[in-house]
């Protein structure tokens, strides 16, 4: 049963480029999340996505958007990058409606905007 | 924003020794749960207590809340050299929908 996963590990971009990461569920679950970790802090909640539609965001600005696919993966985009945007950044998965117990967190994608 | 904030920031300590690491947060929870962190990678769940448990313990994790002072601890006891890592506090409650709010961390040093 495989867990989560994210792709790619590592990406190094340049500022004012534009990035997707990709993130794949925990087998069974429907809900997805992102999270942006910056070096030495904790994970910052970025928006979550059920039913292809998201259902909630964090303090984020609208250079972050996401989608999420029928087969419940999900992709977050950054446009017009920042240096500010190099973090590494978590997805998790989760039950919709079966409270946060459930959510399962991926290994990470570490971006660095040069 | 944060929602908690761990004590101490780092902790240097020897094998066999406890650990204790402390998180405050500032509104009313419905669960808190600490995570550990190897290296910047991905978060390991280590367990959850809701807001109207007191303690709860899980192998060599012994975690208490008290939601009069908006406060919780993790003890690690015997640790070991692998129990180096990074610690968070996560919280959920009614005003944070599906969101988890984390903490800065507590940085756990556990020398052979």
């Known amino acids: 049963d495989a867990g989560v996963t994210q792709s790619p590990t590592h990406l190094i971009k340049t500022r004012g480029q534009q990035v997707t990461l990709r993130c794949s569920p925990k087998?069974?679950?429907?809900?997805v999340s992102w999270y942006q970790q910056a070096l030495g802090q904790g994970p910052q909640f970025i928006f979550q996505y059920y039913e292809e539609e998201e259902r909630q965001r964090g303090n984020f600005p609208d250079r972050f958007s996401g989608h999420q696919f029928p087969n419940y993966s999900s992709e977050l985009n950054v446009n017009a990058l920042l240096l500010g945007d190099s973090a590494l950044y978590l997805c998790?998965?989760?039950?919709w409606g079966r409270g946060v117990e459930t959510q399962y967190f991926g290994p990470g994608t570490r971006l660095l905007v040069l | 924003s944060q929602q908690g904030e761990e004590d101490p920031q780092a902790l240097s300590i020897q094998e066999g020794e406890n650990a204790t690491m402390n998180c405050s947060y500032k509104?009313?929870?419905?669960?808190l749960q600490w995570y550990r962190q190897n290296s910047g990678r991905g978060l390991v769940h280590l367990i959850l207590?809701?807001?109207?448990?007191r303690e709860k313990h899980s192998g060599r994790l012994r975690v208490t809340l008290d939601t009069s002072k908006k406060s919780s601890s993790l003890l690690i006891t015997a640790s070991r050299a692998a129990d180096t890592a990074s610690y968070f506090c996560?919280?959920?409650?009614?005003?944070?929908?599906?969101?988890?709010?984390f903490g800065k961390g507590t940085s756990l040093l556990v020398t052979p």
């Open positions: 087998s069974g679950h429907d809900t």
């Open positions: 207590i809701r807001s109207n448990e």
């Open positions: 509104t009313s929870i419905n669960n």
């Open positions: 996560a919280t959920d409650g009614w005003n944070s929908g599906y969101a988890l709010n």
């Open positions: 998790a998965s989760s039950l």
